[in-house]
């Protein structure tokens, strides 16, 4: 072998090892980045710094020059924009992205990162960008978010992802899968504990825990108020000096104590402080994990708290409806529902310069009457007093309680609040007042019902376009009238004589909404 050849050899052999060398530096530098990415994002328990992260880390990794994370909402199958990097985030916002067509739609099917290729509309369109590279958020199997990345940056400018790209990327969006999914675990189980704190705190049934030793290990605050003690006198002292002179009750807990069964009292006279009160009490075994007995709980419920707060149910929703709820315990859910329901509106016409006439007194003492006179139709027919707003009321059928005739109910409820108005108006026009007037809307549809509010302060409501077009409706109807929706009426059908009348425009919908209308 001449001395030439052999050199090159050696000078190719050099070439190759720096190239393998290279390559290998590269993919340490990239494990090396994996870990600290890793490290860091499971470092976190809040989904905003996380997304924030996951997006900025994977796109500084793999050089790309904008970058967008979108995460499914929890309500709806729609994809909000959570993060973005180097792009339009306003313009961004306005795009509607969901699984039933286009790159999320293939990503829900195949689950896998992918490319996508430079002819695509969706780089062009909404992105100006050339390539672009896409992979999943899984949660609980299902698609839940999408990591993407456009138009890899290197020193020749702008070229597609490669292979590895989108290998690093999949480790990325799995490791943000994790991390995604222990921020959610921990916070249920923070909202969990949560719940069960406010719950014992905040029930109106009093709890007493007793442990094996006889001693109170848990008080909640009705139990407290109740008991007429603070909770420090009451925790860790025996039973015995809790409940002195109360021969009955420590008879009952002993006997549990002795045959480890439920014991339930009703109508139990219970000393509190320095008065007697009637409740109803029940003395359960708790048994551990072994099933050896552990202690006994107590619960007992203030009959005379329960017989008000029923009585001041009663005064927003019928009194069947009351019955009916307090006898199932699942009959209203926590949180939001969709549900089918009608919404009435009822306004009243001129309200504001008549209003201008007259003291506030006079206006108010007017207006009580006047509600009064309506709620008692709205109960008469199983409806639900929703809210009162100025001189507006809303009342709602099908929830919390659904039945056959709920839309029928509600049509019953306006043409009688019209006959209840005529005997209301007769009875101020003679104490020298101007009669009342008054319009109603009605629509059917689904909305979304449940407590709306805050942990402090909760309103049960229903949201939705079913209700915004109710109120569209009632707006519309000029005194005397009922306008309703297609929908009440393909339910009513022929009932009650709602003639049709020319389309109107309403605010929120583009085109025009069939009505029906019935004169009063």
Not at 88 to 96: A, C, G, V
Not at 127 to 155: C, M, Q, W
Not at 484 to 498: E, Q
């Amino acid at each position: 072998m001449s001395k030439i050849s052999s050199k090159k050899s050696v000078e190719d052999l050099e070439k190759q090892l720096l190239k393998k060398n290279k390559d290998l530096n590269e993919k340490y530098l990239e494990l090396e980045t994996l870990l600290d990415l890793t490290n860091t994002i499971n470092s976190l328990d809040d989904l905003k710094e996380l997304f924030f992260s996951v997006l900025s880390l994977s796109s500084s990794v793999i050089n790309s020059s904008k970058g967008l994370l979108l995460l499914k909402n929890d309500v709806t199958n729609i994809f909000d924009t959570v993060s973005v990097f180097n792009l339009d985030e306003e313009k961004i916002k306005k795009q509607i992205f969901n699984t039933r067509s286009g790159f999320l739609k293939k990503l829900n099917s195949i689950k896998k990162s992918f490319i996508i290729q430079k002819d695509d509309s969706f780089n062009h369109k909404l992105f100006h960008s050339s390539f672009s590279l896409v992979s999943p958020i899984i949660y609980n199997k299902k698609l839940v978010g999408a990591l993407i990345l456009f138009d890899k940056e290197t020193r020749n400018g702008i070229c597609d992802f490669s292979s590895n790209d989108q290998k690093l990327l999949e480790a990325i969006s799995i490791q943000t899968s994790i991390a995604y999914q222990n921020i959610k675990l921990l916070e249920s189980l923070k909202k969990s504990n949560k719940l069960n704190d406010n719950i014992m705190s905040s029930i109106t049934t009093g709890i007493i825990e007793i442990n094996l030793f006889g001693e109170i290990q848990f008080v909640n605050k009705e139990a407290v108020r109740l008991l007429k003690k603070s909770e420090e006198e009451i925790l860790g002292n025996h039973y015995l000096i809790i409940f002195e002179n109360e021969d009955t009750l420590i008879n009952i807990i002993q006997n549990v104590e002795i045959n480890q069964e439920r014991v339930f009292e009703t109508e139990f006279s219970l000393k509190s402080g320095n008065k007697k009160i009637s409740v109803n009490i029940s003395f359960s075994p708790v048994f551990d994990e072994k099933k050896d007995f552990s202690g006994i709980v107590i619960a007992i419920d203030d009959l005379s708290k329960i017989n008000k707060v029923k009585s001041t149910f009663k005064k927003y929703v019928s009194k069947n409806i009351v019955d009916k709820l307090l006898e199932s315990e699942d009959s209203l859910n926590l949180g939001g529902k969709e549900s089918e329901v009608t919404i009435l509106f009822s306004d009243i016409r001129g309200f504001t310069s008549m209003s201008e006439k007259l003291n506030p007194t006079e206006i108010v003492k007017l207006l009580n009457k006047y509600f009064k006179s309506m709620i008692d139709v709205v109960f008469k027919y199983n409806g639900t007093l929703d809210k009162i707003v100025g001189d507006e009321l809303m009342v709602l059928y099908g929830v919390p309680l659904k039945a056959d005739d709920d839309t029928h109910n509600a049509v019953k409820t306006a043409i009688k609040m019209f006959i209840a108005l005529d005997k209301f108006n007769q009875k101020i026009v003679k104490e020298g007042y101007k009669p009342f007037k008054i319009g109603i809307g009605i629509n059917k549809g689904k909305a979304v019902s449940g407590n709306i509010g805050s942990e402090q302060q909760m309103n049960y409501t229903v949201i939705g376009d079913t209700i915004n077009l109710g109120a569209r409706l009632c707006s519309h109807a000029k005194s005397g009238e009922i306008l309703i929706s297609k929908s009440v009426k393909d339910a009513i059908g022929d009932k009650y004589n709602f003639k049709s009348i020319p389309s109107i425009e309403v605010k929120g919908k583009e085109n025009a909404i069939d009505v029906w209308l019935y004169k009063h």
